[in-house]
C-alpha cells in the first residue's frame, strides 16, 4: 500500500514539473515571438559642407519699436554657382512653441549641394507671441531673401517655402496667401513681396478645422496638459474661437494665386490626412500638386538617414519640374 501511494506521489510530481515547464516554455515564447529586428533610426548630422558656403545669425528682421528683439536666420548657398540660383525658405518645426533654424542645417546644406541658396529663419514662438506672428516673421523672411537677391545670386522669380510638421503649417500659409498682401506685419522691407513660386509641406497641417483634430484640440482643452494649438492661437479653442482657427487655416486661403505645392508625409504619420483638402482646391484649380509618402516613415522623418536622401530627392525633382521653363 506504501509502495503504491509513493508511486501515485511521484507520477503527481512528475506531471506536475512538466506542466509547469510546459507552461514556461509556452510564456518564453510569447514573450519573445513577437521580437522582430528592425533598423535603427540614425539622425543626419550637419557634415555635408562641401561645395557649399555657410553664414549663420543674420539679422533679418525687429519685431518691437525699440528694435531690441531681433531675428536672425542661416544661409547655405553653392560656392560656385552657375547663374543665379533658386532659393528655398525653410521653417523648422516643433508645435510652434520650441524648435532652431540650425534643427535644419542638414537638410539645407543638401539642398545647397543640390545648387539651392537655402535661408533658415527663425521666427517668434508661441511663448513669446502667438498667431499670426510666427507668420508675419515667415513673411519677413521671404522679403529679406528678395531683398538681398543679387547678394546671394539669388533668381526672385523662383523662390519656395518648405516646412516640417508646425513649420510645414507657415509654409503652407506662406504659399496659400501669396498674392494677398495679408499678414505682413510691420516687419522690415516692406517695399517687395513675400510671395512664393511653389511650396513644400512635410506633415503639416493646412486645416485646423479638421474633425479628428478638433476633437483632440477640444478633449486637451479639458485636461491640465492642453495642447501646442492651443497655446499658438491665442489660448483659444475650436468651441471658443472658431474664426480664429479657420484664419489660421492655410485651405481656407487657396484659390487660384496658390503656386505649386508638394506634400510629403510619412506612412506612419496619418499620411495625407492634413493635406487632404487643400489638395482637393489645388486641383479645382487645376495647380500642380502631389502627395509622396515615404514607406514606414515616422513623425518627423526628414530627420533620420533612412528617409533623408528620398526627402532631398523628392524636393529637388519637384522643383525642377515646375521651374524648368522658367
Not at 44 to 56: A, H, W
Not at 74 to 100: H, L, T
Not at 185 to 207: K, L, N, R, Y
Amino acid at each position: 500500500m506504501i509502495s503504491l501511494r509513493h508511486e501515485l506521489y511521484f507520477i503527481a510530481i512528475t506531471c506536475l514539473y512538466l506542466m509547469t515547464s510546459l507552461c514556461s516554455y509556452q510564456s518564453l515564447t510569447a514573450q519573445t515571438k513577437p521580437i522582430v529586428e528592425r533598423q535603427p533610426r540614425v539622425k543626419v548630422l550637419p557634415e555635408m559642407t562641401d561645395g557649399i558656403i555657410s553664414e549663420g545669425s543674420i539679422i533679418f528682421n525687429y519685431v518691437d519699436q525699440k528694435r531690441r528683439r531681433r531675428l536672425s536666420l542661416d544661409v547655405y548657398r553653392p560656392k560656385n554657382p552657375v547663374g543665379q540660383s533658386p532659393a528655398i525658405v525653410m521653417y523648422f518645426g516643433g508645435g510652434w512653441q520650441n524648435g532652431r533654424p540650425a534643427l535644419f542645417a542638414p537638410l539645407a546644406q543638401a539642398l545647397a549641394q543640390k545648387g539651392y541658396v537655402c535661408i533658415v529663419p527663425e521666427y517668434r514662438l508661441s511663448g513669446e507671441a502667438p498667431f499670426p506672428a510666427a507668420v508675419h516673421d515667415a513673411k519677413a523672411a521671404i522679403r529679406w531673401t528678395r531683398k538681398h537677391a543679387k547678394r546671394f545670386k539669388i533668381d526672385t522669380q523662383k523662390i519656395a517655402s518648405l516646412g516640417g510638421s508646425a513649420g510645414g503649417h507657415l509654409a503652407g500659409f506662406v504659399a496659400t496667401t501669396t498674392g494677398s498682401g495679408k499678414f505682413e506685419g510691420t516687419g522690415e522691407h516692406q517695399e517687395v513681396s513675400s510671395d512664393v513660386q511653389a511650396a513644400i509641406v512635410m506633415c503639416g497641417p493646412m486645416d485646423l478645422l479638421d474633425p479628428e483634430s478638433v476633437k483632440r484640440v477640444n478633449a486637451a482643452a479639458e485636461s491640465h496638459v492642453g495642447h501646442a494649438m492651443i497655446d499658438f492661437l491665442q489660448g483659444e479653442t475650436p468651441n471658443s474661437n472658431r474664426d480664429l482657427y479657420q484664419t489660421a487655416s492655410p485651405v481656407f486661403h487657396a484659390g487660384k494665386q496658390t503656386p505649386p505645392i508638394l506634400f510629403i508625409d510619412g506612412e506612419k504619420d496619418n499620411p495625407g490626412s492634413r493635406s487632404k483638402k487643400l489638395r482637393e482646391v489645388l486641383n479645382r484649380h487645376r495647380i500642380p500638386n502631389r502627395l509622396i509618402v515615404l514607406p514606414k516613415a515616422p513623425h518627423p522623418f526628414w530627420v533620420y538617414q533612412q528617409w533623408f536622401q528620398p526627402t532631398v530627392d523628392a524636393v529637388d525633382m519637384f522643383l525642377k519640374e515646375q521651374w524648368e521653363d522658367k
